[in-house]
């Protein structure tokens, strides 16, 4: 492979972040696939793969969303006892900047999973194993809150950036105007 080549290739710029990422969430799915080769308990597998679910859950909300694509949600009940959704995003210069393997590994391993644990779901329901269906819904919901909180604070971030957008071309041609009517 020549210079150009090398050059040209873009590598992750938080390997460390993309790796815990992931982390998790093989971890998660890991144990929960291969816990009844060594396991008979049905509380150990539970327990051990929510927490795991769990970790993925933290990690991916409040430290890889924010290092790998700039975004941050929360979700809080104000005083009237609704739920409003907060989301944090980088500035549209930052965001610009971010790693685009980065951005690609995050959005598709948050997808992916959710996806493996609905077909784990589907082949539970199929063996009638109803229990473990209970495992599986917890980890989904907590897959599906982050996909959701996420495509939220992305949608909110790319409205964000249009306003800037639309505000910095008003005030342009405001200053503009104003420039050439001073000259008249």
């Known amino acids: 492979m020549d210079r150009n080549q090398q050059e040209t290739r873009e590598n992750y710029a938080n390997p460390r972040t993309c790796f815990f990422h992931v982390l998790f969430k093989a971890a998660a799915l890991a144990f929960y696939i291969l816990s009844a080769?060594?396991?008979?308990s049905f509380v150990i597998i539970f327990v051990v793969t929510v927490f795991?679910?769990?970790l993925d859950f933290w990690v991916v909300?409040?430290?890889s969303g924010r290092i790998l694509v700039g975004l941050r949600w929360w979700n809080e009940i104000n005083e009237q006892g609704e739920s409003v959704w907060k989301?944090?995003?980088l500035d549209h210069e930052?965001?610009?900047r971010m790693n685009k393997k980065d951005s690609w590994l995050f959005w598709w391993t948050l997808y992916l999973n959710a996806v493996a644990w609905i077909v784990l779901g589907i082949f539970s329901l199929?063996?009638?194993q109803a229990d473990y269906v209970l495992v599986i819904s917890v980890c989904l919901t907590?897959?599906?809150a982050n996909i959701i909180g996420f495509t939220k604070c992305r949608k909110d971030a790319k409205k964000q950036i249009q306003q800037f957008a639309s505000q910095t071309i008003a005030s342009q041609f405001s200053s503009t105007l104003q420039s050439a009517f001073s000259l008249v």
């Open 52 to 54: 795991l679910a769990a």
């Open 87 to 89: 989301f944090e995003c």
């Open 142 to 144: 907590l897959s599906i």
């Open 61 to 63: 909300k409040n430290v």
């Open 94 to 96: 930052s965001l610009s």
């Open 37 to 40: 080769l060594f396991f008979n």
């Open 126 to 128: 199929i063996r009638f």
